[in-house]
């Protein structure tokens, strides 16, 4: 029995499916911990997360078993043990674990017991819930090994610390959205002021998909105060020391990294999601379509602090709408960020739509039907570059606008992930302004302003038409905001939004355009998640709804 232990937090971030690529990861962070005597990592590392339906398949289980037989003989001859998360099969059932691989063995294993059915999150769908866990006998420490919901509910930590649990080990795949942090730092500090005992939260890392993990990973005493905080957003692995007392178990002060908040946090969430989601995919770069508005320019702006100048490609297609400020501000931006900018004109690809459908359209006006040709002939331009070189399209549509539909299917949509797509137009003004102000640490773009004031100080428009404004159509974004965000985030009724000060009439045509924009919403592309009501993986509507009063 010791006295002393060296336990090493890992933040890794995997991918779904690449099952090698995980295991060398694995292997860096042991390789990187040579001390330790133990290296945590985070919920089902080994298979990347969310694995969703993939990991039903039974080759993929037997390679992950693979995976595993292999890590563990890599601790065969000392050195640190691994605690590592993977899909587990026992007893003919499929489980969420956390396996201890230690002297060339799976040493234990502890099956999730609280398997989350909300939100982002389907486990029930794929996994069978695990008994309330026994502590883990480990070089003289009995740990308490949980894997993340299982520190949600108190009933798990409160049976580990009834069977003697000295410390707590939770391995989290916990994806940010704003709130997030504060709940994690609540439900942790609840727990050791339930059980007294100390906690090691290790989280993964790194975009999948929609979801972004932010690391974060910390240590809390058993009076809840923080001893450790591994840094965000980044791959790392933080020593700490931990030393038995007639108290019990604790862990030495160590580092204590600066959290992101609010502005920040946000942006740090859109670059890694996208730098992860074009990496992990394995596209080169990104075209964008450079309007001379702010959403292109964000984007941009995003894409480039993200991936490099280099791997950021736009367009600027004019029309005859387009006006002569907007042609001047795209060229700004591709300057200021030092990316190629091509112009072709749509003009004569609308000529050409006007003459196969005028038959058709003979004595009728022109309408938004005209103004969605040319945002779909934008599509088809954006669609052929990225035919021919292989970048991916990003779209530039913001929260606000998918949220009332303020889109053309197949036109502005149209493209393969959407950076803006859980981020609302008032706090597009204020990231675009914040990071004229910062430029944070790891971007890839240049300091200094970056989005030219006359972009931020413009009127929004699509310029489909002569004189066009996005108040034509839509409430003033300070209001639409304010009025979404209750109906989306806060899901109040109309009654209740009205209630709160907002004119009745705005509050049901904005209900009545976020209802009818379903169908648009799903066949967007998939964007990075930021808030806990995010459309398609949160905020789940049916398209066709006839129960549109009061909601």
Request: charged share 25%; with cysteine.
């Amino acid at each position: 029995m010791t006295d002393t232990l060296a336990v090493a937090l890992a933040q890794i971030n995997p991918t779904v499916g690449d099952i090698g690529g995980n295991v060398e990861r694995l292997r860096t962070a042991r390789t990187a911990a040579p001390e330790a005597d133990l290296v945590v990592s985070g919920e089902l590392v080994l298979s990347g997360y969310p694995p969703e339906d993939l990991v039903l398949k039974r080759l993929f289980q037997e390679r992950i078993e693979a995976a595993v037989a292999a890590l563990a003989d890599d601790t065969r001859n000392g050195g640190p043990a691994l605690l590592v998360g993977a899909p587990w099969r026992q007893d003919g059932r499929l489980h969420n674990a956390a396996l201890l691989l230690d002297g060339g063995t799976v040493a234990a294993v502890v099956l999730k017991h609280e398997l989350p059915n909300y939100g982002v999150f389907d486990e029930v769908r794929v996994f069978t819930p695990g008994p309330l866990p026994e502590p883990v006998l480990f070089r003289g420490a009995r740990l308490g090994v949980m894997v993340c919901e299982d520190m949600w509910k108190p009933s798990v930590s409160r049976h580990l610390r009834d069977r003697g649990a000295d410390v707590m080990v939770v391995l989290n795949g916990s994806p940010f959205d704003l709130e997030k942090w504060g709940v994690r730092r609540r439900m942790a500090q609840e727990r050791v002021a339930e059980v007294g005992v100390p906690l090691i939260y290790v989280n993964l890392v790194g975009g999948q998909d929609e979801l972004v993990f932010d690391g974060a990973s910390f240590v809390l005493a058993a009076d809840g105060s923080f001893q450790v905080q591994a840094p965000e957003w980044c791959v790392g692995v933080v020593p700490t020391v931990w030393r038995r007392s007639e108290a019990g178990w604790a862990c030495e002060p160590g580092v204590v990294a600066r959290r992101a908040e609010g502005l920040e946090a946000i942006y740090q969430a859109m670059v890694v999601g996208l730098r992860d989601y074009v990496g992990k995919n394995g596209f080169p770069g990104v075209v964008i379509g450079l309007s001379g508005g702010i959403d292109s320019a964000l984007t941009a702006v995003v894409a480039v602090d993200a991936l490099g100048p280099e791997r950021v490609r736009c367009l600027m297609m004019p029309s005859p709408f387009t006006s002569q400020v907007s042609l001047e501000d795209a060229g700004l931006v591709a300057d200021r960020l030092a990316v190629r900018l091509d112009r072709v004109d749509i003009t004569p690809a609308m000529t050409a739509f006007d003459g196969m459908l005028q038959d058709l359209f003979a004595g009728l006006e022109p309408d938004t039907t005209e103004e969605n040709i040319q945002a779909r002939v934008r599509g088809i331009v954006l669609m052929a570059v990225s035919n021919k070189f292989g970048h991916m399209v990003l779209t530039t549509g913001n929260k606000s606008e998918m949220s009332v539909g303020y889109s053309t299917l197949y036109g502005d949509m149209c493209g393969g992930f959407s950076v803006l797509k859980d981020v609302y137009k008032t706090t597009v003004f204020a990231l675009t302004r914040w990071r004229n102000a910062v430029r944070p640490q790891g971007m890839l773009g240049p300091d200094g302003v970056v989005v030219p004031e006359r972009i931020l100080s413009r009127p929004p428009t699509a310029e489909l038409k002569e004189g066009q404004t996005d108040q034509d159509s839509l409430p003033p974004y300070e209001e639409l905001d304010a009025i979404l965000h209750r109906l989306i985030e806060d899901e109040q009724s109309v009654a209740e939004v009205v209630a709160a000060g907002f004119d009745e009439a705005t509050v049901r045509r904005t209900w009545r355009m976020l209802d009818r924009a379903e169908y648009k919403r799903r066949q967007a592309p998939p964007g990075v998640k930021i808030t806990d009501r995010a459309f398609g993986r949160d905020r789940r509507y049916p398209i066709t709804n006839r129960f549109i009063n009061g909601i």
